[in-house]
Every structure is written in structure tokens, then in C-alpha cells.
């Protein structure tokens, strides 16, 4: 299960990363973020950034953890499959809520991709209480699965989806 963890991360990573380097081709910044003025972008940018090393972190943490299930880790695989998934579609559909202004779309799909990092976050969470979330081991391990999830609960889908 540890080599599907692995294999699954380099796929999805580089899957988004090719799907991500086509769309931004032939843009500009104007063309993904609507109504969000320029001075905002960066704390969208840099909580991203954030929850992303921190996801990573956390998947890190699951290939190296001996003591971790099987169901830990399928659970994780089945998150970053569903959610890197979403993301690939994410942003054409916001190019296209952005020229058109119809953003429900976009919204539902922010929405939709909550689900699978709430079970990452079940995920991380079960192994952090199994390991003693009062150990340094446990709190970090906590957090690498609660910061992800409250990003693109609160970040993602609440403020930008209602704000760009």
C-alpha cells in the first residue's frame, strides 16, 4: 500500500501540474481571479502554498509510518485521487465563470472538493489520536491533516468561490 501512496502522488502531482501548465499557456492573471483585485491574490496564493506542503507533509508522514493501516493509507490514496481530480478541472471552469460570470459552477466544484480532503482529514486525524495527539508526533500530525482541510473548506470554497 506504501508504493500505491507514492505512485499515486507522483501521478496526481504531475497530472495537475500538465493539466495546470496548459491552461496558464495562453493567460493572464486577470483571466482566473474576477473580482479579487491584485493586493488580496497573495494571501490566496501563500495559503495555498502552505496547504499544499503541509498535504504533502502529511502523505510523507503515511509512507514513512510503519505503524500506519492499510486503511489510513487507502483512505489517503482515495482523497488525492477525487480531490487532485477536481482540481484539474478547476481551472477551466474558472476561465470560463470568470468571462462569463456564471460562477455557480465553480462554486459546486469548490464545494465538491471538501469532501475528499474531509477524508484525508478523517485519514490523518484517526492516526494522530492512535499516536497520542499530545505528543509532538501527534500535534504535528494533526495539523498537517486540519490546516489542508480548513483551507479549501474556508479559503477555497467559502472566500474565494463567494469573492472572485
Not at 502552505?50 to 509510518?65: P, T
Not at 484539474?88 to 460562477?103: D, E, I, W
Request: aromatic share 10%.
Amino acid at each position: 500500500m506504501t508504493t500505491l501512496l507514492i505512485v499515486t502522488l507522483v501521478v496526481t502531482q504531475a497530472t495537475l501540474a500538465f493539466a495546470y501548465s496548459l491552461q496558464l499557456r495562453n493567460s493572464t492573471a486577470n483571466d482566473f481571479w474576477g473580482n479579487i483585485l491584485a493586493p488580496k491574490r497573495s494571501y490566496y496564493l501563500w495559503s495555498a502554498l502552505a496547504a499544499y506542503v503541509m498535504n504533502l507533509g502529511l502523505v510523507v508522514h503515511f509512507v514513512q509510518d510503519t505503524g500506519a493501516s492499510a486503511w489510513h493509507r487507502a483512505a489517503l490514496v482515495g482523497g488525492l485521487v477525487a480531490y487532485y481530480g477536481l482540481q484539474v478541472a478547476f481551472l477551466p471552469m474558472l476561465r470560463h465563470a470568470v468571462s462569463s460570470q456564471k460562477k455557480s459552477t465553480v462554486r459546486c466544484l469548490l464545494a465538491a472538493c471538501v469532501l475528499p480532503m474531509a477524508v484525508v482529514l478523517m485519514a490523518g486525524l484517526h492516526r494522530a489520536v492512535e499516536l497520542d495527539v499530545k505528543t509532538l508526533r501527534g500535534a504535528v500530525l494533526a495539523a498537517a491533516a486540519v490546516l489542508p482541510f480548513a483551507h479549501v473548506l474556508v479559503n477555497d470554497f467559502i472566500l474565494f468561490g463567494y469573492r472572485f
